[in-house]
């Protein structure tokens, strides 16, 4: 591949961390690469929240990783207005590529913004991170008007992945076959956990007792009977993540009302570690629905980087790991809750926590951004880490 990498998350480079900026981090190791945001629509705002610049805005991120940030018409992703969100995208897309010098080799569409076509006889990849189709309620989104714009963006690029094995799946019934490139860890953001300053917001005594820890996004995916069933054993239950504002009008309020609960919402992903290193066992409570089967959870692995235990529901990538007694995995509520209070009888020892460790490690980002550049066409030499 010769040129810039155009990657088109479907998220904000600046959100909660998740598979696209991974993903695009580690590939501007290897080449420049030009991170757009979803475009956002007037009826948000002329200004970008985060810099207040009006209009599209561009910014450099790092060394070799530019970000954009495109606006769009009001009802942005409407049937009709959609296409010219996409045509708006694609020129301002280009337009940043001029002002930076930057000649596209390849563009990434991990987002439902096709951009497949910003520069003619570029490498183009379909990226899908999630069942969209399955998981149009979770985005406000006609899951007619997704499964459409999946079809077409997956029968026109040249190559496409995938994040799950039944992501797999459903590209084959499409008529294409799919790479699968699986969601990973950082490994080396938690080399010093055992030495993170210890959270401000959390009760002290937290730091002498056994912990059970959620860290994530609190939406509809999440199974609250889980959490629940685990507060109703008595262990202090630390939550960590943005709540969606429709999620569980009653039944969270009354969970995070106990004093055994204890929820510090959204952290910035460089603070996780304060947070992880007073937790013992991880928390992949996850709901049993299409959306949930397809996907890839980051958080399994990131608790086992931490180097701490981990309880999943049963996910088909929870299965594909392969991890053994690594990953117990339960069902119900009262057989989630008694498998977490199991896991945190066992002591974290040196040599455990090595164990967990050393299994995240095969599945770092820098592994799995090495699959995605051979699709790319990139030569690798070195993946360094940031």
């Not at 992703?77 to 940043?96: C, F, K």
């Not at 290193?277 to 086992?304: C, H, I, M, Q, W």
Request: charged content about 25%.
């Amino acid at each position: 591949m010769n040129g810039s990498i155009v990657y088109a998350g479907g998220t904000r480079y600046d959100g909660v961390s998740g598979t696209d900026r991974h993903m695009a981090d580690r590939l501007s190791t290897l080449a420049d690469v030009l991170y757009v945001d979803p475009p956002r629509p007037l009826r948000s705002g002329l200004r970008d929240p985060e810099t207040g610049e009006a209009g599209h805005v561009l910014r450099r991120v790092a060394p070799r990783l530019w970000r954009l940030s495109p606006v769009a018409p009001p009802a942005a992703y409407r049937p009709g207005v959609d296409r010219v969100t996409a045509a708006l995208a694609r020129r301002a897309v280009r337009a940043a590529a001029r002002k930076l010098g930057l000649g596209i080799g390849a563009v990434v569409v991990a987002g439902t913004t096709d951009l497949l076509d910003v520069r003619p006889g570029a490498r183009t990849v379909r990226y899908i991170t999630d069942d969209l189709v399955a998981g149009a309620s979770l985005i406000r989104m006609s899951a007619a008007r997704l499964a459409q714009t999946e079809a077409r963006m997956t029968r026109r690029a040249d190559a496409v992945a995938v994040v799950s094995p039944g992501l797999v799946e459903q590209v084959a019934r499409m008529g294409r076959d799919a790479a699968l490139v699986p969601n990973g860890c950082d490994v080396s953001a938690y080399a010093a956990i055992d030495h993170a300053p210890p959270p401000t917001d959390l009760p002290p005594g937290l730091a002498s007792t056994p912990v059970a820890g959620f860290v994530g996004h609190i939406n509809a995916r999440i199974d609250i009977a889980l959490l629940e069933a685990v507060a109703d054993t008595g262990v202090p239950l630390v939550l960590v993540g943005p709540r969606s504002g429709d999620y569980e009008p009653e039944r969270w309020p009354a969970l995070i009302g106990r004093a055994n609960v204890h929820w510090v919402g959204r952290k910035p992903y460089d603070e996780l570690p304060s947070y992880l290193r007073l937790v013992d066992v991880g928390l992949t409570p996850y709901t049993d629905t299409a959306f949930n089967r397809a996907s890839f959870p980051l958080k399994t692995l990131e608790y086992l980087a931490a180097g701490r235990g981990v309880v999943s529901t049963d996910l088909p990538a929870t299965a594909w790991l392969e991890a053994g007694p690594l990953i117990p995995v339960a069902r119900t509520p009262a057989e989630y809750a008694a498998t977490v209070a199991a896991q945190l009888r066992i002591p974290r020892t040196p040599a455990l926590a090595e164990r967990r460790r050393a299994f995240a490690a095969r599945h770092d980002w820098n592994q799995r951004v090495r699959l995605l550049a051979d699709i790319l066409g990139i030569e690798i030499r070195e993946v360094a880490g940031r």
